[in-house]
């Protein structure tokens, strides 16, 4: 197992990127965390004030594409690994805007893995050319970049997404997420740098910006809002409880081989129809209603442009060679983050306020 003295995590404020700081902050004492995020409308430091007075963790506010601060952050720091979580996320948002998709998922992980490269060659001397087939490569250093499973395009209603299926990214976000592990692999190829990169489904958990399905769906269902069900509601998702994801990350950091790719997955496929339908009977009865009075909330909206029909993954290689495999069920995960948004309605209320919506249109139009 490598271990690491100063370790940057970028996109530490979003929603993964918060359970992974605080996993690595509570778990390696002996190891700096300093968390990098420009607290765009998804970041929130609140998210991680658990951990803000840790002796081993800094913040520092920043945008991934300065390069002369990435220089400057590494000179000073180090770091001896990057885990590369910033990102703009939300499939929708790229249709209406893909420009800060662009720049921040491709030009930012490049801007990344430039300052990488080059101060770890300048600390460390050049790394082994992977094309030598010798799979010592530098493990000193790690750039591991988090990336999704959307990258492999839509299924059908059978198979699974495995680490060899061909990418075929079909929206401005997958677009940008499948660029950056297309130079991330060739920084790993051509200079022999080593990366490893995971392509997770999609995750559900506490903390995470209620314009995503489960905490939209439920801030609604709590507010007696309609329930906007894209198309039939038939497109499936494979949903992971955000713990498991951050579990794996830490385990792919430490024991990844350079070089590799794990697929992460929660075997837990739902239909959107019947994951919104399910939502409902938990929060209602969390808050006392009687069955079915939510029912009638569900509107059916107009699909989503290009919208994938179905996530699946195989995440056998991740299980084989890492021992990992998802260890909450989606019944009490989803009743734990039910439970956390209902008791953190102030944290919600804030995030929606606008404030956040205002640094987005400045930064990037409306
Ligand atoms: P998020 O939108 O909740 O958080 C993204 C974070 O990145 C925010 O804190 C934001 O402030 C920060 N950020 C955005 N642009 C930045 C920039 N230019 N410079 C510095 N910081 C910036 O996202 P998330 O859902 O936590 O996803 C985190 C990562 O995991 C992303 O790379 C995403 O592609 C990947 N991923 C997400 C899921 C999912 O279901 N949410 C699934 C698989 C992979
Ligand atoms: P989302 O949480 O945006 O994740 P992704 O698009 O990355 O999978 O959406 C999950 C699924 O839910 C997706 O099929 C789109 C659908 N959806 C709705 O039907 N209504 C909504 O309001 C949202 C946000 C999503």
Redesign the pocket.
Known sequence: MRSFKNILVTGGAGFIGSHVVRRLTNKYPETNIVNLDLLTYAGNLENISDIEHSENYAFVKGNICDRDLLINLFKKHNFDAVVHLAAES???RSIANPGAFLETNILGTAALLEVAKAHWIHENGAFKNAETGSTNHNLKNVFYHISTD?VYGSLGEEGLFSETTSYDPRSP?SASKASSDHIARAYHHTYGMPIVISNCS?NYGANQFP????P?MIKNICDQKSL???GQ?L?V?DWLYVEDHANAIDLILHQGASGSTYNIGGLNEWS?IDLVKYLIQVVDEKLQRPKGSSDGLITF?KD?AG??HR?AIDASKIERELGWKPSETFEVGLEKTVTWYLENSEWLNKVVSGEYEKYYEQHYGK
């Open positions: 939300h499939v929708d959307e976000y999609n314009e995503k399905l489960i939209l906007p069900v894209y509601g497109n998702r959107n909206v989503r919208h994938d996530y």
